[in-house]
């Protein structure tokens, strides 16, 4: 067994530990270490997203040793696609916190960044563990470092904030601690691969009914964490008040969990409960789009409306899950990266503004692109990409999430796109009050802009950005698998039995074979050779690329003249990626 | 095939132009950036000459390449039951349509380039505007270039972003970045409805691609007059609506004119705002099997025609006029669509935007030339200062009022003959129409006799500075006026504009279309709407020519009609009312339900639980701690005696013993005496 796993999880704890091992006053070496360390993580982290295998099915890069003997705990680590994003989010995401508080922490410099690197090993534990024990400990001791961000590093109701986000959360984990403690003693066992086959065996050892209330105690704890309306209130709060890079990791990893919870546990093992409960979870999350957006308009402190804004990208994400079908799987999962990313991004950017005005109401401010014209720009990029524009990354989520929720009943998808027009509307409302128009306050009017350090995390952020928006692939290709496998638990028969890998799937090669004939003339339906398939995404275009430019012109000409029966057209179109 | 193959460059060229702007344009000269900036459109246009001499030569009517997968989605079920997965690449289709589009957009969009040297030369932010303008070629060229619904969405997108930098060019001033917000989001409005589109032909056909959706369209398995194709177009046209400003999201174009001039005429005349008539045109295959679309579309078209044609009387700001005239012009487009007509539709794309782009740079050469001054009230007598802009301008006045001989009368009559005569027309759609060309003949002579002829307003500090444009503003006027006039002659005397775009809007239903009317009856309704666009002019220089007082009677105050038109029927003040206010009033309430409801909840909560530990503690303290102290009371107090004489002091249990002993003694000594 390779350790791989173990490393990523726990080399932010080891850099902790050399931190601790630093005289608190030389806060230059701390910060270095820490940035340092978690750059390492990052490495490491995109090495394991690369040498992800997309054809394996089930978990990769396993380990598994036994812990304590009764009752049975096990180390057991694994990712799959779902976990391997949400992994590179988070490390991705923690070297751009530590580097965005360079400035805006100046004491207890040593404990926060002690915190900050045990936080990252808590998040990465809880995204590869694979034993509900050891997942519950990671889930907890989470907790822990976050609510000391809030609660030292915050700002005015910081304790206030702290205890609700604290309270709130640990009412969620006793309902889930209750659920587990059922769960084992059914199972007789704590680790999930080995309950999911029981579960999903022919003699489940729960009755519908049980299922049916484990489902709704599992589902509240993660719900309270992504938070689905109106469970939310505690996120306004716990973001205001949290320092910037406390914001950056709640809004941009803390809440996902929520999402990576209902996703691992909720679904594969109740898929009956699931199913029941559908209708008015999706019914909760398309409120959640509509009111966080609505309530977010007329925030008058920027973080908040950045705040109520999450509640509204929250809630497509849940929409996208509970649509049941890959388009809404894959795209919620990938928006929730998107929102890590934008969210994060527009929290790192108000945290800017507030280092320089140390204040946060949209109302101080006004005019400050020309003031601030490198920051102002980055701001708008963030906007722009929260909102949804096309070639960003948050449109590919919102699409796919959208068309799933309108695959899955028509007016859920109305209703979100809807959400997309008031994204625009308070999103670009708030950024004419903040940096259109006039300078009017005195105080704004000797701003610096960009330093090196900002412009390098801005920069960091809006390539990923970009680059998730235009070329999603290697993201989205990585979900195939797991979300193919999810489906599969909750709609049996139904499209899981399409999707890679499964022997009756679209990409049999028998059947590539024959509709072949078909699809050759349809550029953009390429069917792929069997062997070609072997060497991946990127190779691929480029094959049908070349192949095409071979074929021109004779091939192309006819292609206005080939009837395509539409009956056959989409099935030609199981040739994915 | 050299161009064809690499026919990605076209977009890419501008792209490259606008990452440099934005990226390094603060650092570059100003000469540094035009050459940049408006060589490379330069460059896109000669390589879309090089397509489209290759396209001719294809022996089919369309070329297609795709560079790979962008977005894949599914596999899903589609309503019919079978399978389908969604791959969605960044591909490119070239055929006639987009071929016409793809040259309007290059070439007049270089022009303006060009013209935008000597307009914007003096402008702070020079880099920053030919980053935008760059950046909105690119986008327009993914809409017109794409090969899918999506990438057509992406581009659609994208230039309602550039429109939306570029009307907040000056964005200090809250007015323009108010405009350039309220573009966006009116436009918004309208691309949910073009997303929802999208998602309900992604369910229908499982593909987004336009080839195929067509093909799928015409091999006769939908019955006319289809659900769910009417669905689709009407949601397709509500996106159509936004971006094309008609009824009843044309309210944002207006406003619009608060960005530079240029960015007017490349953007909210010439290429941006016909995208919508692009799109329709483009789902021509869909909308043929939905008459009730097909009639919507007509209807909201005409009915623009004449609203946004009734408010631009009297308008007295140059643009907003050119504006009004605009969306008026943009009605005519969805008329010809929504009968039917769509090459006449396209065809009056294309003329429009050679004598719209002319009108609006001829009117920032005269906006130029007065220095900022918009108000036509404080023109007059321009035609001997600024001559060649005047006589350009009076070309495109003469095109656009449909003047026999000038481009925009061979599109204007064709869409009101086929209005007139196609299957899908209506007489009611024909006299609508022509009123409108009425009017247009009126507004726009008014234009041309309030700003060139009669004497000079101007004020007199303006006056002194008056100066005509220089050569880089002028050349591209002339350059316009010309294709003002001999555009037109590319559909007459033979229709060959029509039979090139035929493999496009080939349909089962044309070829069936009886023919109701005859060569006389189209040439009489030419003469008709030749007389009242002269009728138009005739009354235009009756008022403000022939009749004197023209000053006077300017500063008069307006009657009722006059004002209700001025202030442009109140739709502004009546949307603010009904949508921006409640959605604002709702945010409003439902912030204070969060903090009231939602979180006192979770407050009140916190409350019962802390005020609970309370009852507790005072249980504690005075209950059950009570009992244990009363008891230790008692105790303490009972035991109180024994305890005083519990010193511990030797000397005093002495002296008790020694007192005992007394007492026992005396006792003794007095009852047992002997």
């Known amino acids: 067994m390779s350790h791989i796993l173990t490393i990523l999880t726990f080399l932010p704890l080891v850099g902790a530990t050399v931190v601790a091992f630093i005289p608190r006053t030389a806060t230059a070496k701390i910060r270095w270490v820490a940035l340092v360390t978690s750059l390492v993580t990052l490495a490491w982290g995109i090495g394991l997203f690369l040498g992800f295998d997309l054809h394996h099915p089930g978990l990769q890069f396993v380990e598994n040793y036994p812990w304590i003997e009764s009752p049975p705990v096990a180390y057991h680590l694994g990712v799959d696609g779902l976990s391997v994003l949400l992994l590179l989010l988070t490390v991705f995401l923690a070297p751009l916190a530590i580097l965005a508080s360079w400035r805006s922490i100046g004491e207890r410099v040593k404990e926060f960044h002690l915190l900050m690197l045990a936080l990252e090993t808590g998040m990465n534990g809880v995204f590869v563990a694979q034993d509900l024990f050891l997942f519950f400990v990671f889930w907890e001791a989470m907790l822990i470092p976050m609510y000391f961000l809030i609660g030292i590093w915050g700002h005015e109701r910081r304790i206030y904030a702290a205890v609700k986000f604290i309270l709130y959360t640990m009412l969620g984990s006793a309902l889930m601690l209750v659920a587990i403690l059922y769960l084992y003693n059914a199972t007789g066992t704590l680790e999930l691969p080995a309950i999911l086959a029981q579960l999903s065996g022919p003699a489940p050892p729960i009755s519908p009914k049980g299922a049916r209330w484990l489902f709704l105690a599992f589902f509240l704890a993660f719900a309270i964490k992504v938070p689905l309306f109106p469970l939310h209130t505690w996120l306004p709060d716990a973001h205001v008040e949290a320092p910037v890079a406390g914001s950056v990791i709640l809004a941009g990893v803390l809440l996902k969990m929520g999402t990576y919870g209902i996703l691992r546990f909720c679904l594969p093992l109740f898929p009956e409960a699931s199913r029941q409960f559908a209708p008015v979870i999706s019914v909760l999350a398309v409120i959640g789009i509509l009111y966080g957006s609505l309530v977010s308009m007329v925030q008058p402190d920027l973080k908040k409306l950045v705040a109520y804004s999450s509640v509204a990208h929250l809630g497509f994400v849940v929409l996208g899950i509970f649509a049941f079908n890959p388009m809404g799987l894959e795209g919620a999962i990938y928006q929730m990266c998107n929102h890590g990313v934008s969210t994060g991004a527009l929290f790192i950017l108000v945290g800017m503004l507030y280092d320089r005005r140390h204040t946060r109401l949209i109302s101080e401010f006004g005019g400050l692109s020309s003031v601030l014209p490198v920051l102002g720009a980055f701001f708008l990029f963030v906007t722009l990409s929260s909102l949804g524009l096309p070639m960003l990354n948050g449109f590919v989520g919102e699409f796919l999430i959208i068309l799933g929720a309108f695959h899955r009943r028509a007016l859920y998808g109305a209703l979100a796109a809807t959400g997309v027009v008031l994204a625009a509307v308070y999103l670009l409302w708030m950024y004419q009050r903040v940096f259109l128009g006039e300078v009017r306050s005195e105080k704004n009017r000797a701003l610096a802009d960009c330093s090196g350090r900002e412009k390098l995390i801005l920069t960091a952020m809006a390539a990923v950005i970009l680059g998730m928006g235009v070329y999603p692939q290697p993201f989205l290709r990585r979900l195939d698998q797991s979300v193919a496998e999810v489906l599969a638990r909750v709609q049996p028969g139904e499209e899981a039995a399409l999707v890679f890998g499964s022997p009756k799937g679209w990409n049999d090669a028998s059947r590539v074979a024959t509709s072949s004939a078909t699809t050759f003339h349809a550029p953009w339906l390429l069917p792929l050779p069997g062997p070609e398939r072997e060497r991946g995404p990127l190779d691929l275009t480029r094959d049908s690329r070349r192949e095409l430019r071979d074929a021109a012109p004779a091939e192309l000409k006819g292609i206005a003249g080939v009837a395509c029966t539409p009956g056959e057209a989409p099935r030609a179109g199981m040739n994915r990626r | ?674």
């Open chain 2, 1 to 674: 095939m050299a161009f064809l193959r690499h026919i990605w460059l076209i977009p890419l060229l501008p792209a490259l132009g606008a990452l440099t702007q934005l990226l390094a344009g603060r650092r570059l000269s100003n000469r540094a950036v035009s050459i940049v900036s408006v060589g490379l459109p330069g460059l896109a246009f000669l390589w879309a000459l090089g397509c489209f001499a290759e396209l001719l030569k294809l022996a089919a009517p369309t070329y297609l390449t795709n560079l790979y997968t962008w977005l894949p989605a599914g596999p899903f079920r589609l309503a019919n039951g079978s399978l389908a997965q969604l791959n969605v690449p960044v591909g490119f289709q070239l055929d006639p349509l987009s071929a016409v589009m793809l040259l309007i957009v290059t070439g007049v969009g270089f022009v303006i380039h060009v013209y935008s040297i000597g307009y914007m030369g003096h402008e702070g932010g020079y880099y920053r505007f030919f980053g935008y303008m760059n950046l909105f070629l690119f986008s327009m060229l993914i809409l017109v270039l794409a090969d899918n619904y999506l990438m057509m969405f992406a581009g659609w997108e994208g230039v309602g972003l550039c429109s939306y930098f570029l009307i907040g060019f000056y964005f200090q001033r809250k007015s323009a970045a108010d405009a350039g917000k309220k573009a966006f989001i009116v436009n918004r409005i309208g691309d949910a409805g073009f997303l929802l589109g999208v998602m309900l032909i992604t369910v229908t056909f499982g593909t987004l691609n336009f080839q195929q959706i067509t093909e799928a369209a015409r091999s006769g398995q939908f019955a006319l007059g289809n659900g769910t194709l009417t669905a689709i177009c009407v949601l397709l046209f509500v996106g159509a609506t936004g971006k094309s400003a008609q009824i009843p999201l044309y309210v944002w174009l207006p406003d619009a004119m608060e960005g530079p001039t240029p960015v007017s005429a490349l953007i909210h005349a010439a290429t941006m705002v016909t995208a919508g008539v692009y799109m329709v045109a483009r789902s021509n295959a869909l909308f043929v099997l939905a008459p009730k679309a097909m009639l919507l579309v007509a209807a909201i078209g005409a009915a623009t025609a004449l609203w946004a044609a009734s408010i631009g009387l009297v308008q007295n700001d140059i643009k907003r006029v050119l504006a009004y005239s605009t969306v008026s012009q943009l009605g005519y487009m969805f008329l010809a669509c929504g009968v039917g007509a769509f090459a006449a539709g396209i065809f009056h794309v294309m003329t429009h935007a050679f004598f719209k782009a002319l009108l609006f740079l001829g009117a920032g050469s005269v906006i130029h030339a007065l220095g900022g001054e918009q108000d036509m009230r404080k023109m007059g007598g321009l035609r001997r200062k600024i001559p060649i802009t005047f006589a350009t301008f009076v070309v495109g006045t003469l095109a656009i009022s449909g003047i026999p001989g000038f481009a925009g009368f061979f599109s204007k009559d064709e869409i009101l003959w086929q209005a007139f005569s196609s299957p899908y027309g209506h007489r009611l759609l024909w006299f609508i129409g022509w009123a409108t060309a009425g009017l247009t003949a009126f507004y726009m002579f008014r234009l041309l006799f309030m700003t060139f002829a009669g004497e000079s307003r101007v004020d007199a500090e303006v006056a002194h500075h008056l100066h005509e444009s220089p050569w880089t503003m002028l050349g591209p006027l002339v350059v316009l006026a010309v294709l003002s006039v001999v555009g037109g002659y590319i559909n007459w005397p033979t229709e060959r504009f029509g039979h090139f775009l035929e493999p496009v809007f080939e349909s089962p239903f044309r070829a069936a279309g009886v023919q109701l009317y005859g060569r006389n009856d189209e040439l009489g309704l030419m003469v008709l709407s030749v007389a009242v666009a002269l009728a138009g002019l005739g009354y235009a220089w009756l008022i403000y020519v022939k009749r004197p007082g023209l000053r006077e009677r300017l500063a008069e105050p307006p009657g009722i009609l006059h004002q209700i038109l001025l202030n442009k029927y109140y739709v502004d003040e009546l949307y603010d009312a009904l949508f921006v206010n409640r959605a604002k009033n709702l945010g409003n309430l439902l912030a204070a339900f969060d903090l009231a409801v939602v979180d006192g909840g979770v407050n009140a909560a916190g409350w019962l639980t802390r005020t609970s530990g309370d009852l507790s503690r005072f249980w504690d303290k005075w209950v059950i701690d009570g009992l244990v102290n009363v008891l230790g009371f008692g105790i303490k107090v009972l035991s109180y005696p024994v305890r005083v004489i519990q010193t511990g002091v030797v000397q005093t249990y002495a002296f008790f013993i020694a007192l005992g002993v007394a007492i026992f003694l005396g006792y003794y000594l007095v009852h047992f005496r002997p």
